[in-house]
Structures are given as C-alpha cells and as structure tokens.
C-alpha cells in the first residue's frame, strides 16, 4: 500500500535518523549551555537588537544543527561559538569605546518631561500614550504631575523618574546622555 508507506515515511524514515536527532540535541544543548554560561550574564540578559540578533541566529544554527543530517555537529557548535565569541568582542569594544556603543545601541529618548508628553519623540520611537501611562501606573503613580520624566531605554523598558527623586531635572546627571535632554531643559523641543 503505497499509502501506508508515505504516512510511515512522513513519521518516521528511519530509526537511525532518529537516534542521530536525539544525541544531536542532547549534545548541542549542553555545549550551548555552557557557551552561553561561559559568555557571561550579558547573553541571556534583558537584550539590545545586536543580542537579539546573535540569539536569533544561535537559534536558527542550532535548529539546523540538530535535524540537518549534511550538517556535522562539529560545524555547527563551530558557528554557535563564532557567533558568542563575536557578541564578546563587540560587548568589550562598547566598553573600551564608547562612540562604537552608539552604533549599536539605540539612543536613550525622553517621551514624557515635566508633566508632558513628548508626541514628536514618541512618534519617532512608536511609542503610545498608553504604554507611557502603563509604565507610570506601574511605579504606582496616580498623577502625572507626579512624574518628572518617562524614558525610553536602549532595551525599550521605560523608565519613570518621579519629581520627589530628581531633585532637578535641569541638573540631571542621569539624563545628561540622553538624546532629547538638553533640547527640553532649554525648551526648544516640539510643543507635547
């Protein structure tokens, strides 16, 4: 029955194959583990895209690596390491240099200041009104006057800066580094 052959073939077309797929999996997952573990915290931390996009293309390698049967374990691990030996580098170079971090990371950007929304810096950023007050309501504000400053960070968490912790927003050291700051202390900025 040429039926039964095509639905034993679509579920199983060799045990051998089968055997090869679980010792591929078990194997690439403990070497993974261990490469992650060994790159440190930042790996498997809150992410900025370039960590998103070396976790990403772990992910698609070791998929690859453990059910493509011309793909050699060995080659795979071999790129999983490159690519966690790259994030490694690229990590120390925005420590060492930090005009290079600015390539890679995203611009910490204020979308609320001073009881406002900043509607031009949320635009650019494609952040709602409602995730800024989610983020507020989160800290356990209840009114926006209460709020000194809402930021979005290079990982996209928001943060809330209340008027009772800075105690000047004119003098904020926090904020000094972030891109649409000195263009709100003087004012200048586009009308909320």
């Given at each position: 029955m040429p039926e039964a052959d095509f639905f034993q073939d679509l579920l199983i077309s060799d045990w051998k194959g089968i055997l090869r797929v679980?010792?591929?999996?078990?194997?690439?997952?403990?070497?993974?583990?261990?490469?992650?573990?060994?790159?440190?915290?930042?790996?498997?931390?809150?992410?900025?895209?370039?960590?998103?996009?070396?976790?990403?293309?772990?992910g698609s390698i070791v998929g690859s690596t453990i059910v493509i049967r011309d793909l050699p374990l060995a080659e795979g691990l071999s790129a999983v390491l490159a690519l966690l030996a790259a994030q490694f580098m690229v990590t120390k170079a925005t420590v060492y240099f930090p005009g290079f971090s600015s390539l890679l990371r995203a611009a910490p950007v204020i979308v609320f200041w001073n009881g406002e929304f900043v509607r031009s810096a949320m635009k650019k950023q494609r952040v709602t009104?409602?995730?800024?007050?989610?983020a507020i309501r989160k800290r356990g504000v209840h009114r926006l006057e209460q709020v000194a400053a809402v930021v979005i960070e290079a990982d996209a968490r928001l943060s809330v800066l209340l008027?009772?912790?800075?105690?000047?927003?004119?003098?904020?050291?926090?904020?000094?580094r972030v891109k649409n700051y000195s263009s709100l202390v003087s004012g200048s900025h586009d009308a909320p």
């Amino acid at each position: 029955m040429p039926e039964a052959d095509f639905f034993q073939d679509l579920l199983i077309s060799d045990w051998k194959g089968i055997l090869r797929v679980l010792v591929s999996a078990m194997i690439t997952y403990v070497v993974v583990v261990c490469l992650v573990r060994l790159s440190g915290k930042r790996s498997a931390s809150q992410m900025n895209n370039f960590d998103w996009i070396v976790t990403v293309a772990i992910g698609s390698i070791v998929g690859s690596t453990i059910v493509i049967r011309d793909l050699p374990l060995a080659e795979g691990l071999s790129a999983v390491l490159a690519l966690l030996a790259a994030q490694f580098m690229v990590t120390k170079a925005t420590v060492y240099f930090p005009g290079f971090s600015s390539l890679l990371r995203a611009a910490p950007v204020i979308v609320f200041w001073n009881g406002e929304f900043v509607r031009s810096a949320m635009k650019k950023q494609r952040v709602t009104e409602q995730e800024v007050l989610s983020a507020i309501r989160k800290r356990g504000v209840h009114r926006l006057e209460q709020v000194a400053a809402v930021v979005i960070e290079a990982d996209a968490r928001l943060s809330v800066l209340l008027k009772e912790t800075a105690e000047s927003l004119e003098r904020s050291e926090t904020l000094e580094r972030v891109k649409n700051y000195s263009s709100l202390v003087s004012g200048s900025h586009d009308a909320p």
